[in-house]
């Protein structure tokens, strides 16, 4: 028999668990309606009256004077420009305004750039969506969804998508509303439609997920793979991989067909069409190929034809790697694995796992030395040398600006202290390890010129390691190696 009184002793806190949700939806939606009014008071239209004095109804020669002030401050290289987020006919935003707000909320970049680009979307493309929200009928992730959903179709499309859904929003799913949009590009962009349907070539993309960070070291030797991909194509490579992982399984593998698929990629990628002879002898009681396979395939050397796999290895190692004594881990005191990084691959991994890569036939090895980071290296000229950009980016392997993620591989190193050539004063070795810091270009150039607030971000370096970044409105953030701290 059912328990009502367990049952009734648990509503309260099923009722409490309703409460917080409805409180994290009203809180989204606020969000949303906070973000859309920054992204309009930094919009074409708000920022010269901001910028150059509060004027109404400004004649023209006063508004041509306005607006020669803002190409004169802003039409530099590299300084504030104005972003199109949404779709077509909604209003651009300040790119550095919305820099200011993705650091202020921890997001990164591209991630607040995605969030401005749905209220604005939502907001100017989407007003019957939006007066829901506003009533607090819809929550917030929904109105973001179909924002991101819109954003590419022409103003009369977004208007008729907005009009068909408006009243369905806070229940339909995701499945309804792509189809309506797919409804909607068909109807007022046919043409369009046709040449998706008849270019789809265009569109075809292969990744491979190299940069995201592993969730463990034993996991760090694999990576995945997705694209869209010509069906011809396709079904070439199906029928290669289908054809090397039967061969595996001939040659006596005991792995899954979903392992030997994924082995056999490496082959092809090295330009081998077939597997390398193996003397029967030394297969470990593989099974060997049976005599009645009439149509033996011709193998490829050890050598392969195709582009030879390059290791190249940052090595560290300590007093008991060179003695050939066993790996204790310093912390938990007990034998531990021998690990190495990979530069190209920005990962740590195992040793086992970076042997059998080297093992393989025609790979070439690059051993780096080892770097001293601790080391003050510096130099009297503006440029960077490469054993300087080298320390650097190894101590920082990310850009320095707040929040950000980009690869410091890519970035700028910029002079925390600005550069002073020394014939004008400037002290001898200012180029050093201790005064440079990567910045990816976006972030390299707020740190430059001006945002809308009028003036530029500041950054002062406090240590190794640490920054300490001010915005144009006076925030501040700690850039430390574990991530960023507001203050």
Same mark, same amino acid.
């Given at each position: 028999m059912f328990?009502?009184?367990?049952?009734?002793?648990?509503?309260?806190?099923?009722?409490?668990? %309703?409460?917080?949700?409805?409180?994290?939806?009203?809180?989204?939606?606020?969000?949303?309606?906070?973000?859309?009014?920054?992204?309009? %008071?930094?919009?074409?239209?708000?920022?010269?009256?901001?910028?150059?004095g509060t004027y109404s109804d400004p004649d023209e020669e006063a508004y041509d004077a306005a607006e020669s002030a803002w190409i004169q401050r802003f039409g530099m290289p590299g300084a504030d420009t104005m972003l199109e987020l949404a779709g077509a006919g909604a209003p651009e935003v300040s790119d550095f305004a919305v820099t200011e707000?993705?650091?202020?909320?921890?997001?990164?970049?591209?991630?607040?750039?995605?969030? !401005?680009?749905?209220?604005?979307?939502?907001?100017?493309?989407?007003?019957?969506?939006?007066?829901?929200?506003?009533?607090?009928?819809?929550?917030?992730?929904?109105?973001? %969804?179909?924002? #991101?959903?819109? %954003?590419?179709?022409?103003?009369?499309?977004?208007?008729?998508?907005?009009?068909?859904?408006?009243?369905?929003?806070?229940? !339909?799913?995701?499945?309804?509303?792509?189809?309506?949009?797919?409804?909607?590009?068909?109807?007022?962009?046919?043409?369009?439609?046709?040449?998706?349907?008849?270019?789809?070539?265009?569109?075809?993309?292969?990744?491979?997920?190299?940069?995201?960070?592993?969730?463990?070291?034993?996991?760090?030797?694999?990576?995945?793979?997705?694209?869209?991909?010509?069906?011809?194509?396709?079904?070439?490579?199906?029928?290669?991989?289908?054809?090397?992982?039967? #061969?595996?399984?001939?040659?006596?593998?005991?792995?899954?067909?979903?392992?030997?698929?994924?082995?056999?990629?490496?082959?092809?990628?090295?330009?081998?069409?077939?597997?390398?002879?193996?003397?029967?002898?030394?297969?470990? $009681?593989?099974?060997? @190929?049976?005599? &009645?396979? $009439?149509?033996?395939?011709?193998?490829?050397?050890?050598?392969?034809?195709?582009?030879? @796999?390059?290791?190249?290895?940052? !090595?560290?190692? &300590?007093?008991?790697?060179?003695?050939?004594?066993?790996?204790v881990d310093p912390v938990t005191g007990t034998l531990g694995l021998n690990l190495a990084r990979l530069d190209n691959h920005r990962q740590l991994l195992t040793a086992d796992a970076v042997r059998e890569w080297c093992g393989t036939p025609g790979t070439q090895v690059i051993v780096k030395p080892v770097m001293d980071l601790a080391d003050t290296v510096a130099v009297d000229s503006y440029e960077v040398p490469d054993r300087i950009a080298a320390r650097v980016k190894l101590t920082r392997t990310t850009c320095s600006f707040p929040h950000c993620r980009r690869p410091a591989e890519s970035a700028d190193l910029d002079h925390t202290v600005e550069y002073v050539p020394p014939d004008r004063g400037g002290p001898l070795g200012q180029t050093s390890t201790e005064n440079l810091a990567p910045l990816c270009r976006h972030d390299h150039r707020a740190k430059t010129h001006p945002s809308p607030a009028g003036k530029p971000w500041a950054v002062r370096g406090l240590s190794p390691g640490h920054w300490l970044w001010t915005s144009p409105l006076g925030h501040r953030y700690l850039v430390h190696p574990d991530g960023t701290t507001p203050l």
């Amino acid at each position: 028999m059912f328990d009502y009184t367990w049952a009734m002793s648990t509503s309260p806190l099923l009722d409490a668990i %309703r409460a917080a949700k409805q409180r994290e939806d009203d809180a989204a939606r606020e969000l949303l309606i906070g973000v859309v009014e920054w992204a309009d %008071r930094h919009t074409t239209g708000a920022l010269l009256p901001d910028l150059y004095g509060t004027y109404s109804d400004p004649d023209e020669e006063a508004y041509d004077a306005a607006e020669s002030a803002w190409i004169q401050r802003f039409g530099m290289p590299g300084a504030d420009t104005m972003l199109e987020l949404a779709g077509a006919g909604a209003p651009e935003v300040s790119d550095f305004a919305v820099t200011e707000l993705a650091t202020a909320l921890g997001r990164t970049r591209e991630s607040g750039r995605l969030l !401005v680009g749905d209220v604005v979307e939502a907001k100017h493309r989407l007003p019957k969506v939006w007066a829901r929200l506003l009533a607090g009928q819809v929550t917030a992730w929904r109105v973001r %969804r179909l924002a #991101q959903s819109t %954003r590419g179709l022409s103003a009369e499309a977004a208007a008729f998508v907005d009009a068909q859904v408006a009243h369905v929003i806070h229940t !339909v799913g995701p499945a309804v509303v792509d189809r309506l949009v797919l409804e909607a590009t068909a109807r007022f962009d046919p043409e369009s439609t046709e040449v998706a349907e008849c270019d789809t070539r265009a569109n075809l993309f292969f990744d491979l997920d190299l940069t995201t960070p592993a969730t463990s070291v034993g996991t760090a030797s694999a990576v995945s793979a997705y694209g869209l991909l010509d069906r011809a194509d396709a079904e070439d490579l199906e029928a290669a991989v289908r054809a090397f992982a039967d #061969q595996l399984l001939a040659d006596g593998s005991t792995d899954d067909l979903s392992v030997r698929r994924a082995k056999a990629l490496g082959y092809l990628a090295r330009g081998q069409e077939l597997l390398p002879d193996q003397d029967d002898a030394t297969q470990d $009681g593989r099974a060997a @190929r049976s005599a &009645s396979d $009439g149509r033996r395939r011709d193998r490829a050397t050890d050598t392969p034809t195709g582009p030879r @796999r390059t290791v190249v290895l940052t !090595v560290h190692l &300590s007093d008991a790697a060179l003695t050939g004594a066993p790996q204790v881990d310093p912390v938990t005191g007990t034998l531990g694995l021998n690990l190495a990084r990979l530069d190209n691959h920005r990962q740590l991994l195992t040793a086992d796992a970076v042997r059998e890569w080297c093992g393989t036939p025609g790979t070439q090895v690059i051993v780096k030395p080892v770097m001293d980071l601790a080391d003050t290296v510096a130099v009297d000229s503006y440029e960077v040398p490469d054993r300087i950009a080298a320390r650097v980016k190894l101590t920082r392997t990310t850009c320095s600006f707040p929040h950000c993620r980009r690869p410091a591989e890519s970035a700028d190193l910029d002079h925390t202290v600005e550069y002073v050539p020394p014939d004008r004063g400037g002290p001898l070795g200012q180029t050093s390890t201790e005064n440079l810091a990567p910045l990816c270009r976006h972030d390299h150039r707020a740190k430059t010129h001006p945002s809308p607030a009028g003036k530029p971000w500041a950054v002062r370096g406090l240590s190794p390691g640490h920054w300490l970044w001010t915005s144009p409105l006076g925030h501040r953030y700690l850039v430390h190696p574990d991530g960023t701290t507001p203050l």
